[in-house]
Structure formats: structure tokens, C-alpha cells
């Protein structure tokens, strides 16, 4: 009778043992990751020292993060804004499982102080920054809107 006690408790520990292997991430797997993509910026009219930049953050994770700086070599400077705000916010949610659409309609960027004329397809790189100082970068196109 131990016998077979002994033997059910081993075909169960090595069902467990398989079912854990099996459903654990492959070795070398790569988590997912937060990515940034759609970036263009609206071509600012002839003489203008601002342009708003709107982009696409991805959340791939179970957990909100947030947007709390960005930078391009282009701007002195790059604030956060809300549409119909005229003050820069101190970030911006990217929900879990789901995405932060900038756009002009809501939460973009303002690239303050351009250090040259930005003209129709230029591209312009733009980095953004999370709480945890993550750097995401994309590529923004300069299109007329």
C-alpha cells in the first residue's frame, strides 16, 4: 500500500514539475516592452518658435507608467501639455496593456524655442522619459496639417 502512495505522489509532483515548465516563458524569452511610434509634428507657420509633436507610447505591461519629460535637439525645450491648457503638466498615463495617444485634441507635446525652421518632411527625433527614466525615442516627421 506505501507503494502506492509513494507512486501517486511522484506521478503528481511530476505533473507539477511539467506543468510549471511548460507554462513558464521560454528561456530567453524577452518580456515586452514600452515602445513609442507615429511621431510627427505639426510644420509650425514661417517664423514660429513652437511646434506640437504628437506620438503613439505603447504599454505592453500590467502596470500604468508615466511620461514625465521629453527632448529633442530641435527645442530649447519640450513641455507636456492637455489641449486647452496653456501650462505645461508634470506627466501623462500610459495604462496598462494599452497605449497613450498624443494628439491635438488632448495630452501632445510643445517643442519651445526651435533652434532652426523646421520644414515639411523634415525628420526630428523625439525622446520621451518615464518616472523610472526609461528613454523611449521615435522618429517624428514634420507634416503640414
Same mark, same amino acid.
Given at each position: 500500500m506505501r507503494d502506492v502512495h509513494r507512486?501517486?505522489?511522484? *506521478? !503528481? $509532483?511530476?505533473?507539477a514539475v511539467i506543468t510549471v515548465a511548460v507554462s513558464a516563458p521560454a528561456r530567453g524569452?524577452?518580456?515586452?516592452k514600452a515602445s513609442v511610434s507615429s511621431g510627427r509634428?505639426?510644420?509650425?507657420?514661417?517664423?514660429e518658435t513652437t511646434a506640437h509633436a504628437?506620438?503613439?507610447?505603447?504599454?505592453?505591461?500590467?502596470y500604468d507608467f508615466y511620461v514625465v519629460s521629453a527632448m529633442t535637439d530641435v *527645442? !530649447? $525645450?519640450?513641455?507636456?501639455?492637455?489641449?486647452?491648457?496653456d501650462v505645461p503638466v508634470s506627466e501623462a498615463t500610459v495604462p496598462a496593456y494599452g497605449q497613450l495617444?498624443?494628439?491635438?485634441?488632448?495630452?501632445?507635446?510643445?517643442?519651445?524655442?526651435?533652434?532652426k525652421p523646421l520644414n515639411e518632411n523634415d525628420k526630428v527625433e523625439?525622446?520621451?522619459?518615464?518616472?523610472v527614466g526609461t528613454k523611449l525615442s521615435v522618429e517624428a516627421v514634420v507634416k503640414k496639417e
Open positions: 507512486r501517486t505522489w511522484v *506521478a !503528481g $509532483a511530476i505533473a524569452a524577452q518580456e515586452p509634428i505639426a510644420l509650425p507657420a514661417s517664423g504628437f506620438l503613439v507610447v505603447e504599454n505592453p505591461t500590467m *527645442a !530649447g $525645450a519640450v513641455e507636456i501639455r492637455r489641449a486647452g491648457k495617444k498624443m494628439d491635438q485634441k488632448g495630452v501632445h507635446l510643445l517643442l519651445k524655442d526651435l533652434k523625439i525622446t520621451v522619459v518615464t518616472e
